[in-house]
């Protein structure tokens, strides 16, 4: 029902925002296939979300819409989006829902975390204006291929990034997203798996976009750009390209992608990796998405996961 | 506290077998370092638990003992063992468990299961007779090891099988132990990890014992032997076995162990996995546990989940 709903919204926001007139109800409720009185309650929920339309005889007007990333303003994928304000993590909500079952593609967004989780257990700060999101995933590949839906997501956040803003944005090993060696995009997994079957992976973004970063090592787009961006039209895209990355999840095609936007290959890195210390060159990544490491000693090394330092 | 109790219950079991005679509860007292009245309560347990013990004024004589997995039976694992008569499944005992934040190395073992779980949603008979564990484990290693640990547990029982009854086990791929081409214990693993993290992964070992398996791909250590075996001695050698290859988890020699005890390289093999079917020639296992096999038209293929047919 809720998805059935958010899509009607979304219809209603799309003609009012197309006509930039008053749209009359009757002609809305023609154009949905439904009463006038619907029409009347639609426009009653947008308005308690914090849009503001003016209604006369000649029918509804939309002065403002909020900047919130309710369901209905993420074309394409307003069935799939469960927005919250403020919540702990969108890693813990999704979890409990992908524990109760919820559909493959469900999206937790929310407008601000006050617990929000990096990686290595830190925390990740997550003030409003950022994107949030947790994608509930259940593709059915071996967990093997685990660890590939992170590299999957960074290179789809790049992608996005690259493609509506021309920022030059690259990927150090092995999920996050920097711009001009800053970071503006982290990412994190956490997956239940069996021996033969993923039962979720659930694949948590944090992008820093409309909130101006203070921190040396950190930059946000509008820090990048100077000016503030659309953030439901950056989330729309970004899940746009983890659906298509998805079906070259088990191919050779998504390495090079990742590859081809790494700024870690070819530099030398140290890397704490469970306890030990990895110095050398980064070489390569293997299918598995661990990075090799050529040690000055001439050994060469696989590391699967830890911080890397480009150094 | 339960930990102790039952380490103290075990040493006053082994002071009763190794003298085969009444001990007096204050030569008990003094080995064990507690007065005549603890004694007296550690052996009521045991009654309760369905010892049965003569008492005198000579003291304690134990006329027989119950056949089952009592944590004090398990020798080098009293501290570890949780024991339980029927469950419903030692995976979802475990689960609940490992959630909780149970210490590593907790078994959870079974006399008999109501829902025994086996791969790929598999039911797993689990009559009276033969051990269900589930080891809950949390290596600090990367999840791209995980499917390393069913490689190594299966391993574990091959070499536990061997050495204490000289029965030839092998090893199909991707867990089974059979004994001349029988299956004789199963492995299910169940994990949950973050990005570079394993929360847990609990290794479920189902093993046929003192039970007769009328199924004819099927056997157990009775149906090979022509008797009953003891089942705690079982049980605490295959945990033993698993506690020296988790030293290996990460070097080649666990995989070499696999390879030399794996009845599935070198044959014509029929996979299904993941709803696509792959027939080849069994050639080799790569580092990640994955099969790689040699299909008809020249192409090589790795195989990371399903089901192996020997064909």
Redesign the interface.
């Known amino acids: 029902l809720t998805a059935m709903v958010n899509s009607a919204v979304g219809e209603i926001l799309a003609a009012l925002r197309a006509s930039g007139d008053y749209v009359s109800g009757e002609a809305l409720g023609n154009e949905l296939g439904v009463s006038r009185v619907s029409i009347w309650k639609y426009i009653r929920n947008l308005k308690q979300h914090g849009y503001v339309i003016e209604t006369s005889s000649r029918g509804y007007y939309l002065v403002s819409s909020p900047d919130l990333l309710l369901p209905w303003e993420v074309t394409g994928w307003e069935q799939k989006v469960r927005h919250y304000g403020e919540v702990n993590s969108t890693m813990e909500v999704a979890k409990e829902l992908a524990k109760k079952g919820v559909e493959e593609g469900t999206i937790v967004v929310a407008e601000s975390q006050s617990r929000g989780r990096g ?2 257990g830190r925390e990740w700060s997550s003030p409003v204006g950022g994107i949030y999101c947790t994608v509930v995933l259940r593709p ?8 590939r839906i ?1 590299l999957m997501a960074s290179v789809a956040v790049a992608r996005t990034i690259r493609d509506l803003f021309g920022l030059p944005a690259e990927l150090k090993w ?2 996050d997203v920097l711009i001009g060696g800053k970071k503006v995009c982290g ?11 993923l039962k979720f992976v659930n694949l948590g973004i944090g992008m820093n976009v409309n909130c101006s970063i203070s921190q040396e090592r950190a930059t946000s787009l509008r820090d990048e750009l100077g000016r503030d961006v659309s953030r439901k039209m950056v989330l729309g895209a970004v899940l746009a390209e983890i659906q298509r990355q998805q079906n070259v999840l088990t191919t050779d095609d998504l390495l090079a992608e990742w590859k081809k936007l790494s700024v870690t290959l070819g530099r030398e890195v140290r890397v704490a990796s ?2 030990e210390e990895i110095s050398g060159k980064a070489i390569d990544v293997d299918s ?3 990075l090799i490491v050529a040690c000055p000693d001439g050994s060469v090394k696989k590391v ?3 911080d890397c330092l480009h150094v």
Chains 1, 2 share one sequence.
């Open positions: 990686r290595l059915k590949v071996s967990p093997a291929y685990a660890p992170s092995p999920n990412i994190l997994a956490e997956m239940e798996a069996e021996t033969d079957e469970l306890g598995d998405g661990a699967f996961a830890g």
